[in-house]
């Protein structure tokens, strides 16, 4: 069983950044790879990015140079940076865990881009 708790959403304005966090507890050892999902209302849930245990990364081509993914082994913990958010980034951001033959999620943290 791996267990993710996401923070770091928020209400943020056209432009800004937020970070987001994701530290994982549990089977961590299992984890071959973690990433961050979006899910806008009304519509199907989507990868933001991924990064495996090794540190490669993958990005949804509309978001390469906007968002950033890392993680921190030592704190067990992956994070999304976004910058320039803008009104249609505003979704639940959920961080997924992929072991074997499992796949874990957290609960979603809320992101709201507006004025």
């Known amino acids: 069983q791996v267990q993710l708790v996401e923070s770091g959403g928020g209400l943020v304005q056209p432009g800004g950044s937020l970070r987001l966090s994701c530290a994982a507890s549990g089977s961590i050892f299992s984890i071959y790879g973690m990433g961050w999902y979006r899910q806008a209302p009304g519509k199907q849930r989507e990868l933001v990015a991924s990064?495996?245990?090794?540190?490669?990364?993958r990005y949804a081509d509309s978001l390469k140079g906007r968002f950033t993914v890392s993680r921190d082994n030592a704190k067990n913990t992956v994070y999304l940076q976004m910058n320039s958010l803008k009104p249609e980034d505003t979704a639940v951001y959920y961080c997924?865990?992929?072991?074997?033959?499992?796949?874990?999620w957290g609960q979603g943290t809320q992101v709201t881009v507006s004025s």
């Open positions: 997924n865990a992929q072991t074997s033959p499992y796949e874990y």
């Open positions: 990064i495996t245990s090794g540190g490669s990364t």
